[in-house]
């Protein structure tokens, strides 16, 4: 069966991510295999499939060896025991971790994510250079078919659903800053084309938008998809699978991310529930052994029971993990207006010095005590610009910024993290902040944050971004500030951190004016929601699911405004009755021949869904796992070959219906 999809460029995209020669899906399988970071054994006999199609997430505390896991398949790191099998000529994609300042501009980077489509351009510009037109004509022809001369605007897509303004695609990659040099090599990763695509934390740096656009992009990837992430709503709207990484070993969960909270909650009950029974019977048997073992009218029944013991499975008791857990002190003093924006003009001074560039105009935003807002925008609105402007940190173009006196504000930016000092310890940064405050009282305090004993006196040279991110939050909450304004806290938080920051900002007394990319922390920690878009900000009147759908409106707008342009062009010549009688009939016949394909589709997708419900049943019962490898994988083969089917008749079913609609 052909590829369909609904637009050209997946059409294109999918093309060159077909299965493997031999028609089956790739697959990628692990046996006996181990990995050392270091003396530290991170996974220890690990046995495990990935069947090809499959959009897995994987998930564990930070140092479970989840980073490494990915090095391993990009063979970067060499396995300690054991085997990793992987598909001969699979196509990898993954997101550089660093970008070098480079020269090029943005939209020519992205589009060097297409090695081989880079490779005939340069055979192409060598060709022409030469004047040899065999060589050219054989280039284009390579170019044609890797579909290249749609490269760039398909680059540009991708650019522009990361939250690249058009103005910005011919800028050099040198001119950008670290966060979205970050995003530039995401775009060029999934230009990529690729049977395999590995993605280490690939919202930091994103704004809500841009993680939007990317869930859905990556919904209609058709290669294996392997996601490191500590965005749990992310997750949830993008993975089929989940692979567990805890303790030195994998455990692979069918679902989401919420389905692997509730399967791994009733595993642990069950576990407890065996080991709290076998204890029982552990004690019931000794103590018949200790009585009656010296008897011998009852040494046969002992010896029975002594065997019986043996054999008992050692269920091991539950460990309950400890939750990691913090707070920000209460607040001495939560003023009842606490800062007021009255028709402020906010921007920043051009950098020629002569005149400023206004972001948000005629600005009436107020903070009350207890008042906890979400700011949703689009990326580059201002929502950065109006915190910064409540911060103080601009000074509004017109209009008044006026605060109470018993203001005390906790700011997080985006560059927060980045101010830290290197060579300094935590005691260093705190001890600068409270300067005469005994060290106990300092190291007690940090001791709150997980930087208790030793720790508080290591550089935070060697800290992760998370630890930093962390003790940036423990300064904030040093000062009792009564009003916290934070622009993406939970960039390099792990998934622990941000159920611990949740939790503090829900306990916090003062006032909370949240940026965040994060819908579970934005949902969990706010109470009402200001939209900045257009220059203008403003109650918003809804959820963040209705924020997805406003953006999706949004965008069908400006779509329609495109629309609306081009019908101003001059039109074609006007049909004749004759032309549009026999154009009429055609369409009855096609509208006809629509009618009974949809029909047809229908039919086969309804058994396809049945089929997909038995397959899935088999899959989700752990007995199936005990069988040969070979019966696993006729299995995931079939699952796969049904789902591909199906999406691919989806697709053709909403391009009839549209067009019978139209």
């Known amino acids: 069966m052909g590829w369909a999809f609904p637009n050209r460029y997946d059409v294109r995209l999918r093309a060159r991510r077909a299965p493997g020669p031999d028609g089956f899906p790739r697959m990628i399988a692990f046996r006996h295999f181990a990995l050392r970071r270091g003396s530290r054994l991170l996974l220890s006999d690990i046995d495990l499939v990935i069947q090809g199609g499959w959009r897995l997430g994987v998930i564990g505390r930070n140092g479970c060896g989840k980073s490494s896991l990915f090095a391993a398949l990009q063979g970067q790191l060499e396995s300690d025991a054991g085997e990793l099998d992987m598909p001969g000529k699979l196509r990898l994609a993954s997101v550089a971790q660093e970008t070098p300042a480079l020269p090029d501009l943005a939209i020519d980077y992205v589009m060097g994510g297409d090695e081989e489509l880079a490779a005939a351009l340069r055979d192409e510009a060598d060709a022409q250079a030469r004047g040899d037109t065999e060589a050219m004509a054989?280039?284009?022809?390579?170019?044609?078919?890797?579909?290249?001369?749609?490269?760039?605007?398909?680059?540009?897509?991708?650019?522009?659903?990361?939250?690249?303004?058009?103005?910005?695609?011919?800028?050099?990659?040198?001119?950008?800053?670290?966060?979205?040099?970050?995003?530039?090599?995401?775009?060029?990763?999934?230009?990529?084309?690729?049977?395999?695509?590995?993605?280490?934390?690939?919202t930091n740096h994103l704004d809500l938008d841009a993680v939007l656009w990317l869930e859905e992009w990556l919904r209609r990837y058709q290669g294996t998809l392997m996601i490191i992430s500590h965005d749990r709503e992310f997750l949830d709207g993008v993975i089929t699978h989940t692979l567990h990484l805890n303790q030195g070993q994998a455990k692979l969960y069918t679902g989401n991310y919420s389905a692997f909270e509730r399967l791994r909650a009733e595993q642990l009950r069950q576990q407890q529930i065996s080991f709290e029974r076998e204890q029982a019977e552990r004690a019931h048997l000794q103590s018949f052994i200790d009585r009656f073992k010296a008897k011998a009218s009852k040494a046969k029944q002992a010896q029975s029971r002594m065997k019986r013991l043996e054999k008992l499975a050692g269920t091991e008791a539950v460990r309950a993990e400890r939750a990691f857990s913090f707070s920000f002190p209460q607040p001495d003093r939560v003023p009842d207006a606490m800062l007021q924006l009255g028709e402020v003009r906010a921007g920043y001074p051009l950098e020629s010095g002569e005149g400023y560039s206004t972001v948000l105009a005629d600005v009436?935003?107020?903070?009350?005590?207890?008042?906890?807002?979400?700011?949703?925008?689009?990326?580059?609105?201002?929502?950065?610009?109006?915190?910064?402007?409540?911060?103080?940190?601009?000074?509004?173009?017109?209009?008044?910024?006026?605060?109470?006196?018993?203001?005390?504000?906790?700011?997080?930016?985006?560059?927060?993290?980045?101010?830290?000092?290197?060579?300094?310890?935590?005691?260093?940064?705190?001890?600068?902040?409270?300067?005469?405050?005994?060290?106990?009282?300092?190291?007690?305090?940090?001791?709150?944050?997980?930087?208790?004993?030793?720790?508080?006196?290591?550089?935070?040279?060697?800290?992760?971004?998370?630890?930093?991110?962390?003790?940036?939050?423990?300064?904030?909450?040093?000062?009792?500030?009564?009003?916290?304004?934070?622009?993406?806290?939970?960039?390099?938080?792990?998934?622990?951190?941000?159920?611990?920051?949740?939790?503090?900002?829900?306990?916090?007394?003062?006032?909370?004016?949240?940026?965040?990319?994060?819908?579970?922390?934005?949902?969990?920690?706010?109470?009402?929601?200001?939209?900045?878009?257009?220059?203008v900000v403003g109650p918003f009147d809804g959820d963040l699911d209705d924020y997805a759908k406003w953006l999706r409106s949004r965008g069908a707008a400006n779509k329609k405004a495109g629309k609306a342009a081009a019908a101003e062009m001059p039109s074609a010549p006007v049909e004749t009755p004759e032309e549009r009688r026999r154009n009429a009939a055609a369409q009855r016949e096609q509208d006809k021949a629509s009618r009974s394909r949809v029909k047809k589709i229908e039919s086969r997708v309804a058994t396809i869904d049945t089929e997909l419900g038995r397959l899935e049943g088999k899959l989700a019962d752990p007995d199936t796992y005990n069988g040969s490898t070979a019966e696993l994988m006729k299995l995931g083969l079939q699952q796969a070959d049904l789902r591909r089917e199906k999406e691919s008749l989806e697709a053709e079913w909403l391009e009839l219906y549209e067009k019978m609609e139209a």
């Open 364 to 535: 009436g935003f107020s903070i009350e005590a207890g008042e906890r807002i979400g700011l949703l925008g689009p990326n580059g609105a201002g929502k950065s610009t109006l915190v910064k402007t409540l911060v103080g940190e601009l000074e509004p173009l017109a209009g008044e910024r006026k605060v109470h006196k018993d203001l005390k504000i906790g700011y997080f930016a985006q560059h927060t993290v980045e101010s830290l000092r290197a060579g300094s310890s935590p005691l260093d940064h705190l001890q600068a902040r409270a300067p005469g405050v005994a060290n106990q009282v300092l190291r007690d305090f940090l001791g709150t944050w997980n930087f208790a004993g030793d720790r508080a006196f290591e550089s935070v040279d060697g800290f992760s971004g998370g630890e930093r991110a962390r003790l940036a939050l423990a300064l904030i909450a040093w000062d009792k500030p009564n009003l916290l304004l934070l622009d993406e806290p939970t960039n390099h938080l792990d998934l622990e951190m941000r159920e611990a920051l949740a939790d503090a900002l829900a306990d916090f007394d003062g006032a909370l004016v949240l940026v965040s990319h994060d819908r579970h922390l934005l949902g969990m920690v706010c109470d009402s929601f200001w939209r900045v878009a257009d220059r």
């Open 138 to 202: 054989r280039a284009h022809h390579r170019i044609e078919e890797l579909h290249g001369y749609d490269a760039r605007a398909r680059a540009g897509r991708l650019m522009h659903g990361l939250g690249f303004a058009p103005e910005t695609h011919e800028r050099a990659v040198k001119e950008f800053s670290g966060g979205w040099r970050g995003r530039l090599n995401l775009a060029r990763a999934l230009m990529c084309p690729s049977d395999l695509l590995l993605l280490d934390e690939p």
